[in-house]
T-cell receptor, first 114, second 114 residues
């Protein structure tokens, strides 16, 4: 079975600073990888996804992530964060050919401060 | 507005009771997914329906059941409620049965069991 680890439960960062949110996955087969964002009192919104091809994936709101198969990682990055990026970020994985079930990590709370 | 509608937004009920959560998928989407989000267990996949048929099952308790109707809306029924069932229940939808599309989430139903 696949699993996802988000080691950082909280990441504080100052506005306009860069940020990296870490995600590692475990799977014995090929995977699809996703990052979702959840703003307070809202549902989850898809930021970006990796299915195949280029390992650098660009998403909405200036976020990008890089798939690293050898390190089984899919870290999320943004070169300059804004106050409005304060939210909870979830990494998720699904195995290819394994249906549509997404396995989510425990989330990382990004807090952007002035 | 994501296009996925969940009602009610909030629900408070007593232990032992039964509730029904409703989800209307985004127009054109055939798949509906239910997830439970709680503080101790994070986001857990419950069940998926595709065009009226059950497609995948996750960590769904026997006290819980779901169905998808011909008009594609879905209902999640929770019975013999316990305090531990208090959580945010999300519905998501996608066009088909192909995870590559990603999900669109609703804003959730917050269930409080007292």
């Amino acid at each position: 079975a696949q699993s996802v680890t988000q080691l950082d439960s909280q990441v504080p960062v100052f506005e306009e600073a860069p940020v990296e949110l870490r995600c590692n996955y475990s799977s014995s087969v090929s995977v699809y990888l996703f990052w979702y964002v959840q703003y307070p009192n809202q549902g989850l919104q898809l930021l970006l996804k990796y299915l195949s091809g280029s390992t650098l994936v660009k998403g909405i709101n200036g976020f990008e992530a890089e798939f690293n198969k050898s390190q089984t990682s899919f870290h999320l990055r943004k070169p300059s964060v804004h106050i409005s990026d304060t939210a909870e970020y979830f990494c998720a994985v699904s195995v290819t050919g394994g249906g549509n079930k997404l396995t989510f990590g425990t989330g990382t709370q990004l807090k952007v401060e002035l | 507005d994501s296009g996925v509608t969940q009602t009610p937004k909030h629900l408070i009920t007593a232990t032992g009771q039964r509730v029904t959560l409703r989800c209307s998928p985004r127009s054109g989407d055939l798949s509906v997914y239910w997830y439970q989000q709680s503080l101790d267990q994070g986001l857990q996949f419950l069940i998926q329906y595709y065009n009226g048929e059950e497609r995948a099952k996750g960590n769904i308790l026997e006290r819980f059941s779901a169905q998808q109707f011909p008009d594609l809306h879905s209902e999640l029924n929770l019975s013999s409620l316990e305090l531990g069932d208090s959580a945010l229940y999300f519905c998501a939808s996608s066009v088909g049965d192909n995870l590559g599309e990603g999900y669109t989430f609703g804003s959730g139903t917050r269930l409080t069991v007292v």
